[in-house]
């Protein structure tokens, strides 16, 4: 069994501690990522694999997978096997809504997860765990559940396909075939193992104990009767950041006793703080992090004030010596962003000999970074609560599989569609055009769809 093994690994490890609760490297250090493969059992994302789905799809890689962002997996390869015998999968992510505002760091699984659903054109389901943040993080029932809507609409704001996408709350949804799910997966895991796993104590609360099989059956198709029926044998592609592991691992070992089939998984690196100090971004600094909802000043201000530099103290030393990417976060961050390979080979020459200074790097992240945000800010403008409750709805998704695009008409017939919406005020509307003006189409579709379904 890979669990027994690893897991005490992963819980004994001295000099990195990497779980769904706290990321932390040895003295400030970085994390040894390659470590963590060992610890944890997974495997590397290598080329070959990159290849292959860009093959599969007939499209480039998305840059996460080119520049190593995600970089470790459980089974992809099957997955990609059986996509090739033209067998589907659904893919399964989710967020703790334990914060309004979300930063950078918190949009890569759901960047990955659009261009795996388009790539592939499989149905997804979002699992928004308000019940993890309601007994981790001391907020009620109520605030969490609202934090879950709000945070939806940053979700749905990345532009997911509302005809292959299930976006549900624990509260909400937590009952029937899933809450099934839930007890048959209890059954197989002992105290000592989840002990073991997810390093709970005696004097945890029970409500802890009693969580991971909430975050393992979504892995199950059948925990989806409105979506899946009679398709037990669907196998589900988890993309999610590595210290999720614990979760999937617990759930991998246990669903074969089921008769289920063991989720694959896609697993990222962690999003480093602007100061560079450890692995993952702190959502109680707010230098730490740009934020979705920063201003282009305040993304200006952090980039220039608190993003660790590699370039050298003095000019002189810099052009004599060049900086050092290695720890360098503007570079760092343009790695993850800046999408054109060429451009950031050319900067990381120019910068790393020295020809180019920090000043100037920080300046096209700042450019960078400032429109992606815009973009983002519009986006989430323009999401009503009907395209909320829409997504939300426990509904059948009979084109979920279908290869078509559902969007691509013109501006002018939109305000056909708007009609037909129960909840759009004219700014809204406003925002939806702005959207499609910028290339951002998948709110339109799911207006189109609203208007569809209230025909
Ligand atoms: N526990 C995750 C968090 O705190 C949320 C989550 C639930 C999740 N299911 C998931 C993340 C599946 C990735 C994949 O953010």
Not at 75 to 87: H, K, Q
Not at 141 to 167: H, M, P, W, Y
Not at 338 to 346: Q, R, V
Not at 409 to 437: A, D, I, N, W
Request: net charge neutral; glycine share 6%.
């Amino acid at each position: 069994m890979e669990v027994d093994k690893k897991e005490e690994l992963a819980s004994d490890s001295s000099d990195q501690t990497v779980n769904p609760w706290e990321v932390s490297a040895k003295e400030g250090g970085k994390i040894d990522y390659d470590k963590l493969i060992d610890q944890f059992g997974c495997q590397r994302l290598d080329d070959s694999l990159i290849d292959r789905v860009q093959r599969l799809t007939s499209r480039q890689p998305h840059v996460f997978l080119r520049r190593g962002v995600f970089f470790a997996h459980r089974d992809f390869n099957e997955v990609l096997d059986a996509y090739e015998r033209g067998d589907k999968f659904y893919l399964y992510t989710g967020r703790g809504p334990s914060s309004e505002a979300l930063h950078l760091g918190h949009l890569i699984p759901f960047m990955f997860t659009k261009y795996l659903q388009e790539a592939f054109k499989v149905p997804l389901v979002i699992q928004l765990t308000d019940d993890e943040k309601c007994m981790w993080k001391n907020l009620s029932v109520e605030e969490s559940q609202r934090l879950a809507r709000e945070n939806a609409k940053d979700i749905i704001a990345c532009g997911f396909d509302v005809t292959k996408t299930f976006i549900f709350s624990d509260f909400d949804y937590v009952g029937g075939a899933f809450y099934k799910n839930m007890v048959k997966v209890a059954k197989c895991v002992t105290l000592n193992k989840a002990m073991g796993i997810f390093g709970f104590s005696g004097e945890d609360h029970i409500g802890k104990l009693s969580f991971p099989p909430v975050q393992a059956v979504p892995s199950f198709p059948s925990s989806f009767p409105h979506l899946f029926p009679g398709k037990d044998k669907l196998r589900c592609l988890i993309p999610c950041a590595i210290d999720q592991d614990p979760y999937f691992r617990m759930t991998r070992d246990v669903a074969p006793r089921l008769g289920y089939s063991k989720p694959a998984l896609i697993e990222s690196s962690f999003f480093p703080a602007l100061q560079a100090k450890n692995g993952k971004m702190s959502a109680s600094d707010p230098n730490s992090a740009i934020y979705v909802t920063d201003t282009a000043k305040e993304i200006k201000n952090k980039i220039n004030r608190y993003a660790f530099s590699g370039g050298q103290d003095s000019i002189e030393k810099h052009r004599e010596i060049g900086a050092n990417l290695e720890v360098d976060i503007p570079v760092k961050y343009l790695s993850f962003f800046l999408e054109d390979d060429t451009e950031l080979e050319h900067i990381k020459k120019e910068y790393g000999e020295g020809r180019m200074l920090t000043g100037e790097v920080k300046k096209r992240l700042t450019e960078v970074l400032t429109e992606m945000v815009e973009r983002h800010r519009m986006a989430r403008a323009a999401v009503t609560d009907e395209m909320v409750d829409a997504f939300m709805a426990v509904r059948p998704l009979p084109n979920m599989f279908e290869s078509e695009k559902p969007l691509d008409f013109v501006g002018s017939s939109l305000c056909r569609y708007y009609h037909c919406t129960r909840s759009m005020t004219r700014t809204q509307r406003k925002r939806v055009e702005e959207c499609l003006e910028v290339g951002n189409g998948c709110l339109v579709a799911t207006v189109k769809y609203l208007s569809n379904s209230y025909n």
